[in-house]
């Protein structure tokens, strides 16, 4: 059988009624978990992988490929109306479209987020199941000089997430890079700034750091302003639905998400952050409403949610053709893989045709849905933000604190939440933006892992940065991104600019 | 806002069962790993045998596997439900990163497998065997990149041994560390580096479909069942074992750790166990109770006077 009979032979299997409702349930669980902040996609289903041992093969990996689309997704609803990140690939999300929310548009966002994973997912699935063995010869050519290529251009262009002032932004981003060299450096076992304190041995944990400084900076935010600002924010203004505009202005970042996400993805030291913040600086490039961004533009939410969801079905390239786990959540899903017969590795395409085509299928079918059941809900999420505020920021006050603990169930854990909420808290209160703060702490030690895996390689030679073509490209497009904007503002003061935007199609 | 709460209820119905698990087993390193792979193997023994009901793997990878271990004898004392998976590395891992936390903080349990390093070059390397590898080493040690696991880990102290053995100074190997055998596997497998060095497990199905090459395996005879020379047929006389165990919280009561020690025990024994241990390639070194006690305070004695000659413990 050729790989279109396999295909479709799964789909048959995985359409049938009791396996759409597996599909159903296990997609609902894994978006009611996945909202949780502080709970990402690898702890959901490492929690909700057991439920599905129970059903016959087909069933569990259908259930289970539902709750990992599920799990990837549901951290954005909350990114998008409480501003608050459930994992680090949401931090880019809660940026625009916690804007938008504000703004009466929580529908418009919530459907191009729901609707920019569909899209995303179905090609990214459709690639996994056609072009896996090139996306992973092409992965595999990323060393580490190239991870640190990429690492400084996402560095030079998510500068676009700092807001108004440079300097602020970076002032903020090198409080991220001060705060990721705390823990054991790998490459020489030495202890950083731990202060013989074993909790800090581990690092900083990312998702504590969002969570606190999004969640509980803002809630704090929010409760000194006490009676001055308005008690509601206005839930829906015009449709809870996308516009015509929307379509157009969501349609392309979609795409361009998805095939930034997608190989990032399936790199063994990609990931999803990293694509989100690819795709957010892409969109805020090619974006013909520019001034929209950090007021709520569409592309930034449309854009960044396609590149998560497509890296999700990217990280499933190593882990079937080279049964390579690159995230936690590819590790717990070899673990259940193995209890379905899967045997993940170079031979599985040749050995197990029916079962990874049935698990594409399955994936196929939790992608649509997951936009079932999410479409319809939107315009219930949104009645959310009609809730009084001290109901709204206490529920996100106990949600955030029941995150923290069930990802790492630790006191000392528990006070860091509390002092990154008082520093996102300070932050505010002078004006400084606290997205670059995460990404700092979540780029720093990538970047500089490599960098130093690239010159060991080289035995301190630094050219050999530039000596790789991958590397200098991406190194000639972090050059381009910085010098570009300074050329053109100085010759025409942002005419050239804005007629760039405007011949783009 | 009805539906929010219930979704939350949901969730939090689901999470809480999940998180009284029977067990919870800290895997520290990344995932893909040695001790990654112990760790959801047990899960699957325990779980698949009927000793447990519900086994849960947590991944804290980094720096030898001292940060999981920190983090577990922290948190856990007292919790017969947590359980560490460890090993050769970590005794290493403590004595190069002087770790506040060591073996001594948790409760050892038993030895359970053990497993030869193998090392590997990518199938397009000019190095066609260990001799091949020697004298590139002679030649300049530091044109010799090895991925492995964390510094100071076997995987580190094997490639330290056999430029000792060879002759040259071990302080001068060019090591380049990976938080895990997974990442450490890509970088292999991408041409980026000389040579890799692991576990013989986490290179097998790589090995077997042709994209690396196996050019020895540190046993001390030849096994059953890998296509490889030893190091020794190699011309160098390195024997390396990398052992692994499980170990639970310190605090514990008597009778919580015979409880532990009796449900290891009937994991061992089973057929399942029996399985993996074939697939994987590992070798059943079980050994539980005071003489793995012993047998650990000798390893962490020898491994000590091995990392001071190698020049990784001052």
């Known amino acids: ?505 | 806002m009805k539906h929010f709460f219930l979704a939350s209820l949901i969730a939090g119905a689901m999470a809480l069962p999940a998180l009284a698990a029977d067990y919870t087993i800290i895997a520290p390193a990344g995932p893909g790993g040695g001790w990654d792979q112990t760790a959801r193997s047990i899960q699957t023994v325990l779980q698949d045998e009927k000793i447990s009901g519900s086994v849960q793997v947590v991944n804290v990878p980094g720096a030898g596997g001292t940060i999981g271990l920190a983090q577990f004898a922290s948190q856990n004392s007292g919790n017969p439900n947590a359980l560490i998976v460890g090993g050769y590395v970590m005794v290493g891992a403590i004595l190069t990163n002087q770790s506040p936390v060591s073996l001594k903080d948790v409760t050892p349990i038993a030895r359970l497998t053990g497993e030869y390093e193998a090392i590997v070059v990518p199938a397009a390397s000019p190095i066609q065997n260990m001799e091949d590898l020697i004298k590139a080493l002679k030649a300049d040690p530091g044109a010799v990149s090895w991925a492995g696991g964390s510094a100071g880990g076997t995987d580190h102290i094997t490639a330290g041994l056999i430029a000792k053995a060879a002759g040259v100074d071990p302080t001068k190997i060019n090591y380049v560390a990976y938080a895990g055998g997974g990442e450490a596997l890509a970088a292999i497998l991408g041409n980026q580096v000389t040579a890799g060095i692991s576990g013989y497990g986490e290179f097998e199905a790589q090995v077997k479909a042709g994209t690396l090459r196996l050019i020895a395996i540190s046993s001390a005879e030849r096994v059953e069942g890998i296509d490889a020379p030893t190091i020794k047929e190699g011309g160098l006389d390195v024997v390396v074992q990398n052992w692994r165990m499980i170990a639970a919280a310190p605090g514990l009561s008597a009778e919580q750790v015979t409880a532990i020690n009796a449900d290891i025990e009937k994991m061992v024994n089973s057929e399942g166990w029996k399985t993996i241990l074939k697939t994987k390639g590992w070798q059943n070194t079980y050994l539980a109770g005071d003489a793995f006690k012993a047998q650990l305070d000798e390893d962490v004695a020898a491994t000590e006077s091995i990392l001071k000659d190698i020049g990784l413990v001052k």
């Open chain 1, 1 to 505: 059988m050729g790989t279109f009979e396999f295909l479709l032979q799964g789909i048959l299997i995985a359409a049938q009624p009791m396996n759409l409702l597996y599909a159903l349930i296990g997609v609902t669980l894994g978006t009611a978990v996945g909202v949780l902040p502080g709970i990402g996609p690898a702890l959901t289903v490492a929690l909700l992988l057991p439920v599905t041992y129970k059903l016959d093969p087909a069933g569990s990996l259908i259930m289970f490929a539902g709750i990992y689309y599920g799990g990837m997704y549901g951290g954005s609803t909350t990114s998008i109306l409480l501003n608050t990140p459930g994992e680090s690939a949401s931090v880019v999300t809660a940026l625009e479209g916690n804007k938008m929310a504000r703004a009466g548009r929580g529908g418009p966002a919530l459907a191009t987020a729901a609707i920019g994973s569909f899209v995303a997912g179905l090609i990214a699935t459709l690639g996994l199941a056609f072009i896996a063995p090139f996306v992973v010869k092409f992965a595999l050519s990323f060393g580490p000089r190239e991870y640190f290529a990429l690492m400084v251009l996402a560095f030079v262009t998510v500068s676009a997430a700092f807001g108004d002032s440079t300097l602020r932004g970076l002032t903020a981003l090198f409080v991220g890079l001060g705060l990721a060299i705390i823990g054991i450096d790998q490459q020489t076992g030495q202890a950083r700034l731990s202060f013989g304190i074993p909790d800090l041995l581990d690092g900083i944990e990312v998702t504590t750091l969002a969570v606190a400084m999004f969640a509980i900076g803002e809630t704090l935010f929010v409760a000194c302003q006490g009676d001055r600002i308005p008690d509601k924010v206005e839930a829906v203004k015009g449709s809870v639905w996308m516009s015509a505009q929307d379509w157009a202005r969501s349609w392309k970042p979609w795409l361009r998400g998805t095939f930034i996400g997608f190989p990032i993805g399936a790199m063994p030291a990609g990931g999803a952050d990293i694509a989100s913040f690819l795709s957010y600086s892409t969109e805020k490039q090619f974006s013909r409403h520019k001034e929209e961004f950090g007021k709520g533009a569409i592309e930034g939410v449309a854009g960044p949610e396609a590149a998560n969801n497509a890296s999700a079905a990217g990280t499933l390239v190593p882990l079937l053709s080279l049964g390579l786990p690159t995230t936690a959540t590819a590790a717990i899903m070899l673990a259940g893989f193995q209890q379905y017969g899967l045997q993940p590795g170079p031979l599985l395409f040749a050995t197990n045709p029916q079962l990874v085509w049935g698990l594409i299928a399955s994936l196929l079918i939790a992608n649509f849905m997951l936009l079932v059941l999410n479409l319809p809900l939107i315009g219930l999420w949104v009645k959310l933000l009609t809730i009084p505020k001290p109901w709204l920021y206490a529920g996100i006050l106990l949600f955030a604190t029941l995150g923290t603990i069930g990802a790492n169930p630790s006191v000392f854990e528990l006070g860091m939440l509390l002092v990154f909420g008082l520093l996102g808290f300070a932050m505010r209160i002078f004006g400084y933006p606290i997205a670059p703060v995460v990404v700092g702490l979540i780029l720093g030690p990538m970047a500089e892992q490599q960098l130093r895996r690239a010159l060991a390689i080289s035995q301190g030679d630094v050219t050999t940065l530039f000596m790789s073509p991958i590397a200098a490209v991406l190194f000639a497009l972090a050059f381009l991104a910085v010098a570009v904007p300074l050329v053109l503002r100085a010759r025409g003061k942002g005419e050239v600019l804005s007629q760039f935007a405007a011949n783009e199609d």
